[in-house]
């Protein structure tokens, strides 16, 4: 069974930085990777995305100020952000889906709804 931890989240004032990690109890040969986050009284959106060859996309929102890397000797996945807003307050989530590359899902919310692991989430807080 994988499981999936976040850590990192925390309160910061706009244009700090936060680095957030996502530990794995285990990863498939294959798999796409993403980070998502939530807004209160906003529907969840995707934020980036990385998968088992290495593809890379990112949101429009945070192009250019967030990075999201991986450690798959330590199974870690990791979201480094810089030059916080107030807007990219919510709580972040790790998610996975074992077995398939990113390119197969057409969009964040496909890869959600077929993410079958989630994180239990941490809490982004960036005030103005």
């Known amino acids: 069974q994988v499981q999936l931890v976040e850590s990192g989240g925390g309160s910061v004032q706009a244009g700090g930085s936060l680095r957030l990690s996502c530990v794995a109890t285990y990863i498939y040969k294959t798999y796409c990777m993403g980070w998502f986050r939530q807004a209160p009284g906003k529907e969840r959106e995707g934020v980036a995305a990385i998968d088992s060859d290495g593809s890379i996309t990112y949101a429009d929102s945070v192009k250019g100020r967030f990075t999201i890397s991986q450690d798959n000797a330590q199974k870690t996945l990791y979201l480094g952000m810089n030059s916080l807003k107030p807007e990219d307050t919510g709580i972040y989530y790790c998610?996975?889906?074992?077995?398939?590359?990113?390119?197969?899902?057409?969009?964040?919310?496909?890869?959600?709804?077929?993410?079958?692991?989630w994180g239990q989430g941490t809490q982004v807080t960036v005030s103005s």
């Open positions: 998610a996975a889906e074992m077995g398939a590359e990113c390119r197969y899902y057409r969009d964040y919310e496909s890869l959600a709804a077929a993410s079958g692991y």
